[in-house]
């Protein structure tokens, strides 16, 4: 996808998919494992999961490769294998999406604080994000997302990766509180405001609180910059359950209902993280009129 046709396809609300890594969960995946090596080897599992979000009304759906950069793998020795992961784990979304949907190849942070001696430089954090892009793109990846971010500059660095890399849309989505704070410091609408300065494609929030208590952040990035604004929550607070399980205190109606007031502010482009399904992506769809 160009960036001209990702401009036309955003004219209208796009629906994005749901999330991944807490369905994988329920599914068995352990704790403690590098997902990405979990989900090569559970190909039925994944699949099964992107054509729910595919069939809900998902128009792109994000490849399982969040954590597939070399600093993430080479905590589970891995580093080696980045090529063969990004690459296999990009063909399964490619399958899975069909003619159906894009697929959005995913990055996200290292953990890592950007910092001024050699500890983690912007040069290390570009050339990290560089390589994984590399092997997104050479591997079909519709567009970009950059997403669970929590540090404006390590953003940054993977904003100008992918504009150096190919000419695939990059989308940004930080992860924020409920004020619109940043975990790293600074705020969703300072980091909208230089993210698409450096080129990013379009901006947002993901992840942290739910769709109840994103509206004011939503309408802020939204007054702030001229491109499309993403907004996937979690479904709600999470809290452990009697199992010692994360659970999400907002159903898939409830989800709906406070995504369509986000839409209302401003948000294009829209979607679910943590606790979120293919049903709530289902009646986002059916709230907003788009299936």
Same mark, same amino acid.
């Given at each position: 996808?160009?960036?001209?046709?990702?401009?036309?396809?955003?004219?209208?609300?796009? @629906?994005?998919?749901?999330?991944?890594? /807490?369905?994988?969960?329920?599914?068995?995946?352990?704790?403690?494992?590098?997902? $990405?090596?979990?989900?090569?080897? &559970?190909?039925?599992?994944?699949? !099964?999961?992107?054509?729910?979000?595919?069939?809900?009304?998902?128009?792109?759906?994000? %490849?399982?490769?969040?954590?597939?950069?070399?600093?993430?793998?080479?905590?589970?020795? #891995? *580093?080696?294998?980045? !090529? !063969?992961?990004?690459?296999?784990?990009? /063909?399964? %979304?490619? *399958?899975?999406?069909?003619?159906?949907?894009?697929?959005?190849?995913?990055?996200?942070?290292?953990?890592?604080?950007?910092?001024?001696?050699?500890?983690?430089?912007?040069?290390?954090?570009?050339?990290?994000?560089? !390589?994984?892009?590399?092997?997104? /793109?050479?591997?079909?990846?519709?567009?970009?997302?950059?997403?669970?971010?929590?540090?404006?500059? $390590?953003? #940054?660095?993977?904003?100008?990766?992918?504009?150096?890399?190919?000419?695939?849309?990059? @989308?940004?989505?930080?992860?924020? $509180?409920?004020?619109?704070?940043?975990?790293?410091?600074? =705020?969703?609408?300072?980091?909208?405001?230089?993210? *698409?300065?450096?080129?990013?494609?379009?901006?947002?929030?993901?992840?942290?609180?739910?769709?109840?208590?994103?509206?004011?952040?939503?309408?802020?990035?939204?007054? /702030?910059?001229?491109?499309?604004?993403?907004?996937?929550?979690?479904?709600?607070?999470?809290?452990?359950?009697?199992?010692?399980?994360?659970?999400?205190?907002?159903?898939?109606?409830?989800?709906?209902? &406070?995504?369509?007031?986000?839409?209302? =502010?401003?948000?294009?482009?829209?979607?679910?993280?943590?606790?979120?399904?293919? *049903?709530?992506?289902?009646?986002?769809?059916?709230?907003?009129? #788009?299936?």
């Amino acid at each position: 996808m160009t960036k001209k046709e990702f401009q036309s396809l955003t004219r209208d609300v796009v @629906l994005l998919d749901g999330a991944t890594g /807490s369905n994988l969960m329920a599914q068995g995946m352990p704790r403690g494992i590098c997902p $990405e090596m979990w989900i090569m080897e &559970h190909k039925d599992v994944i699949q !099964e999961l992107q054509r729910g979000y595919v069939k809900a009304g998902s128009r792109i759906i994000y %490849a399982p490769t969040f954590g597939g950069n070399r600093i993430s793998l080479s905590k589970h020795g #891995l *580093e080696d294998r980045i !090529e !063969e992961i990004n690459r296999t784990l990009m /063909s399964y %979304a490619k *399958e899975a999406a069909g003619a159906s949907a894009y697929v959005a190849g995913d990055i996200t942070t290292t953990g890592r604080i950007l910092s001024g001696n050699d500890d983690y430089t912007y040069e290390m954090a570009f050339d990290n994000y560089c !390589e994984q892009i590399r092997y997104l /793109s050479d591997a079909g990846a519709d567009c970009l997302i950059a997403e669970t971010m929590i540090n404006i500059e $390590e953003t #940054l660095a993977a904003v100008d990766a992918a504009v150096s890399v190919c000419d695939l849309p990059i @989308l940004c989505s930080m992860t924020v $509180e409920a004020d619109g704070s940043i975990f790293s410091g600074g =705020n969703a609408r300072e980091a909208a405001e230089a993210l *698409e300065s450096a080129g990013a494609s379009a901006v947002g929030i993901n992840c942290s609180v739910g769709p109840d208590q994103l509206v004011s952040v939503v309408r802020s990035i939204r007054e /702030s910059v001229s491109i499309p604004v993403i907004a996937k929550p979690n479904a709600g607070i999470p809290f452990i359950d009697d199992l010692g399980n994360a659970a999400y205190s907002m159903g898939p109606d409830a989800f709906a209902r &406070h995504m369509k007031v986000l839409v209302e =502010n401003g948000a294009g482009l829209v979607g679910g993280c943590c606790g979120t399904t293919p *049903e709530y992506i289902l009646k986002t769809a059916q709230i907003l009129g #788009l299936c």
